[in-house]
């Protein structure tokens, strides 16, 4: 990674990647055509989208009781069902339980700078400042303004498919 903005990631090799996180699907439990569904969906995305993909599945590993503390049920249940979750809280408590997270990076197409003329001839000059930098090995990656605009515009038009297909959230830096 040379440089991130917002979701954007720009990779050394020049490529700019979107990046997105998709909401938790518990796959083993859906019924059949929830899963049909969900297949159905992914397919259309990958269809629609023509572009490089990577998706990752990246396991958040917790101690047995952490995922029961979100839930504030022991003010709600009676005595004897505190002593239930407590005695299953021991068991789990020694055991260490995975929550995956899902994430979905879309390589967007590079982008020609476009404006005027003289914007132009201006990103031109610098970027062949950045060229001759980046060959003699004595400046940092840069990554110009109008480059990040026009890979905007672009990462928007992912994003309503990632949104549409998926339910996917871009990701925060």
Known sequence: VTYFENNLIF????????????PDQHYDYRSQADKQALHENLESFYWNTKADTHALMVPQ???????????????AIPEEGTR????????LGRREVSHYRYYMFVRLKDQEVKGSFFSQLKY??????RYLTNRSGTGTPEIFEEEIEAY???????????????EGKRISP
């Open 152 to 166: 905007e515009m672009q990462e928007q038009l992912t994003f309503s498919r990632v949104e549409d297909y998926l």
């Open 84 to 91: 239930y979750l407590q005695e299953c809280l021991e068991i």
């Open 61 to 75: 590993f917790q101690r047995g009781e952490e995922p029961f503390r979100v839930f504030n049920i022991r003010k």
């Open 11 to 22: 990779g050394q090799d020049g490529s700019c990647w979107a990046g997105y996180r998709l």
């Open 124 to 129: 031109a000059a610098k970027d062949f400042k």
